[in-house]
């Protein structure tokens, strides 16, 4: 379910923090509830620590973030709760960030140099692409709209297979076409000077 809250300049803490209890009691059932948006600059960003298990960490998205979250938050409940009893409200937010306007400085206080383990989830950039692909490409999935939006036309055009009885709007060769004309992938290749 991650970020379901709509962001506008002007809000809050406690209007977001309302807006999202809202949203994950089921008290808003619109369409608007489940906008995808991208996080406004002073939101929390992917960058987590602990002081108490001294880790700093950056969780890129796409990369197994959300189970890296869950396994964190039942690390600080000390047994109290497995990570598949979390709510998402304690997935995504029971764990200290690094604030986005301020993390340079107060990276500094919690590096190897302090004694936190520091470290960087990553995942192979064609997998990434997959997982993209199967989770926003599916019919029905409310990014769909802005994917249509943006991309419809472009992506129709691309399309060469029937994609009436399949569970995906568009199929993958489409999806990575589409990419081909806006980003550049670069795959790793195995060297010996990095092992």
Same mark, same amino acid.
């Given at each position: 379910m991650?970020?379901?809250?709509?962001?506008?300049?002007?809000?809050?803490?406690?209007?977001?923090?309302?807006l999202?209890?809202?949203?994950?009691?089921?008290?808003?059932n619109?369409?608007?509830?489940?906008?995808?948006?991208?996080?406004?600059?002073?939101?929390?960003?992917?960058?987590?620590?602990?002081?108490? $298990?001294?880790?700093?960490?950056?969780?890129?998205?796409?990369?197994?973030?959300?189970?890296?979250?869950?396994?964190?938050?039942?690390?600080?409940?000390?047994?109290? /709760?497995?990570?598949?009893?979390?709510?998402?409200?304690?997935?995504?937010?029971?764990?200290?960030?690094?604030?986005?306007?301020d993390?340079? /400085?107060?990276?500094?206080?919690?590096?190897?140099?302090?004694?936190?383990?520091?470290?960087?989830?990553?995942?192979?950039?064609?997998?990434?692409?997959?997982?993209?692909?199967?989770?926003? $490409?599916?019919?029905?999935?409310?990014?769909?709209?802005?994917?249509?939006?943006?991309?419809?036309?472009?992506?129709?055009?691309?399309?060469?297979?029937?994609?009436?009885?399949?569970?995906?709007?568009?199929?993958?060769?489409?999806?990575?076409?589409l990419?081909?004309?806006?980003?550049?992938?670069?795959?790793?290749?195995?060297?010996?000077?990095?092992?």
């Open positions: 991650a970020r379901r809250l709509i962001f506008t300049k002007n809000s809050t803490f406690d209007e977001l923090k309302k999202q209890q809202a949203t994950l009691t089921a008290k808003m619109d369409d608007k509830s489940c906008t995808p948006v991208l996080p406004i600059k002073s939101a929390k960003n992917e960058n987590f620590y602990s002081d108490k $298990f001294k880790y700093s960490m950056c969780l890129p998205p796409k990369t197994g973030c959300t189970n890296w979250q869950r396994g964190l938050v039942a690390l600080l409940k000390n047994g109290e /709760k497995t990570p598949e009893d979390l709510s998402d409200y304690e997935v995504f937010y029971d764990l200290d960030r690094f604030n986005s306007t993390m340079k /400085k107060e990276r500094a206080t919690r590096g190897s140099a302090e004694g936190y383990l520091t470290l960087v989830n990553t995942r192979h950039p064609l997998a990434r692409l997959l997982s993209a692909w199967h989770d926003k $490409f599916r019919k029905g999935h409310p990014w769909m709209k802005y994917i249509e939006k943006m991309y419809g036309n472009i992506l129709k055009k691309l399309e060469k297979r029937d994609m009436t009885l399949e569970k995906f709007t568009y199929s993958f060769e489409a999806f990575m076409e990419g081909q004309a806006h980003y550049v992938v670069v795959i790793p290749v195995e060297d010996d000077r990095f092992s």
